[in-house]
């Protein structure tokens, strides 16, 4: 009766092995490998510490009065959309989110990022492989054996089993492989944040592109109808002889001009429109129906706080990310310091072997193999040396490149304090202006009617105000745009407990 796998083996290695012999034959490299754990066992290469800057206690810009630097606060900035009070801004995010391509490649990276991270925390154990054939030998007749009874022989062997191997981590390269491989998970989900907070801020600013050109293609359009009906009235003057042909010149170039600007407009419409619907994910056009009314320009939040440089640069995702790629980057110096030193492998095997198929599963048949194995680069003419070089050289490279962004969020924060605060005044200023510009235009035209000026002074009053209002609608998007931007440089639009991803 054939016996089962665990009579066949029992209470395999130890009861089928000769300990002496087997220290007999490997007793000096036996020694050596124990003296190799004893003082091995240790990761090879820097331990990662992460860089410690000192940025500026406080912000250099004109905080003004809409800006002030409270801590900022967390909840309100994950959802600085809604400080907007659009609900169609809103659910365009919404929208964006779930179905922006560049937010689905950055969540595939995450996800490639941990399998990585798998990988490398699964050389740590040993693996084991099973294997079994079937094998039909023929011996020549005409070959080595002829003339003997081998010759023409036929044999069939049987074969199967499990073999085993597992590389000890004496001087940290998995543990280093390991480190790197972490790192560079939790970059790519840095790298996800910033797509969204990059996402956010951009599906914002084509939004108020598209209510910006629409108020200012309202104002345009406005302007032509008045123009055209001064140069009705303009006609109906000339041809009762109550004022010159050029009066009648000058008030048709004055509309054309104004008409010539709509097409741009037009244009510059259809282009945001275009942009926003990609960023959800659409193709061109989708949009076109739900934003073919007129929308207001977003209004700015009263207040926005700014806090420290020192949170700032704390909550900025690409920040983060860039952490992340240094202490990836230094984890690799030890997987290329390990390469100096030798690495220690076990293996062994076990399974069956018979010429009968009746006599497989029996003891009789047991083979088994178990061993260490030794390996250590001599000599490479500098290969090694010089991937330690490569390895510290790349870890330079990116804690410049952790320090360029600090820097640049710095920037950025700056620069959006300014912008904010400077487009408020000159969008005060474009506001008195335009209320002066249509006092102006008021009395030329009473002035004109009364004969008291030339046409002209009605006509540079008309491009003056259209000039202003034109100015004023972009300033008004530029303000709540200069706020959007400010959230973005903030790290606005994104949760610790992002992404979770499968």
Known sequence: MPLTFFQIFPAF???????????????????????LLNVGCSAVGPDYVAPQLTPPIQWNGDIGSQINSNPLD?????????????????????????????????EAKV????????????????????????????????GFYKGTSYAGATSTIYNGGFDAGWEIDLFGRTQRQIEGAQANLEASEENYRDVLVTLLAEVALNYLEVCTQQSRLSVAQESRDSQANIVELVRSSVEVGETSRLDLEQA???????????PLLEIALAQAKNRLAVLLGLPPGALNDELVE??????????????????????????????????AATAKIGVATADLYPSFTLYGSVGLESLSSGDFLT???????????????????????????????????????YRAAVLRALQDVENSIIAYGQEMVRR???????????????????????????????????????????????????????????????????????????
Do not use: C, M
């Open 13 to 35: 290695p130890i009861h089928n092995i000769n300990v002496v012999r087997l220290l007999r034959l490997n007793g000096p490299l036996i020694v050596v490998l124990s003296s």
């Open 74 to 106: 967390p909840e309100a900035l994950n959802q600085w959309w809604t400080t907007l009070k659009d609900p169609l801004l809103t659910s365009l995010i919404d929208r964006a989110i779930t179905g922006s391509l560049s937010l689905q490649d950055a």
């Open 111 to 142: 996800r490639e990022a941990r399998a990585r991270r798998g990988i490398s925390d699964a050389n740590r154990f040993p693996t084991v492989n099973a294997s079994g054939s079937v094998t039909r030998n023929r011996v020549s007749e005409n």
């Open 252 to 262: 048709l170039a004055n509309l054309e001009t104004t008409r010539s600007g709509i």
């Open 294 to 327: 007129h929308h207001a320009i977003p209004l700015a939040p009263a207040q926005v706080a700014v806090g420290v440089p020192a949170e700032v640069l704390r909550r900025r995702p690409d920040i983060r990310r860039a952490e992340r790629i240094l202490a």
């Open 363 to 401: 003891s009789a048949s047991r083979i088994f193999g178990i061993g260490p194995s030794l390996q250590w680069n001599l000599f490479d003419s500098g290969r090694i040396q010089n991937n330690i070089a490569i390895s510290n050289t790349q870890q330079e490279q990116a804690f410049i490149a």
């Open 428 to 502: 005060q200023a474009l506001i008195d202006g335009e209320q002066s510009a249509r006092r102006a235009l008021t009395i030329a035209e009473d002035q004109y009617k009364a004969g008291e000026t030339d046409f002209i002074r009605v006509l540079d009053s008309q491009r003056s105000l259209l000039n202003l209002q034109d100015q004023l609608a972009s300033s008004d998007g530029q303000v709540t745009a200069n706020v959007i931007r400010l959230f973005k440089a903030l790290g606005g639009g994104w949760t610790p407990l992002e992404p979770e991803l499968l």
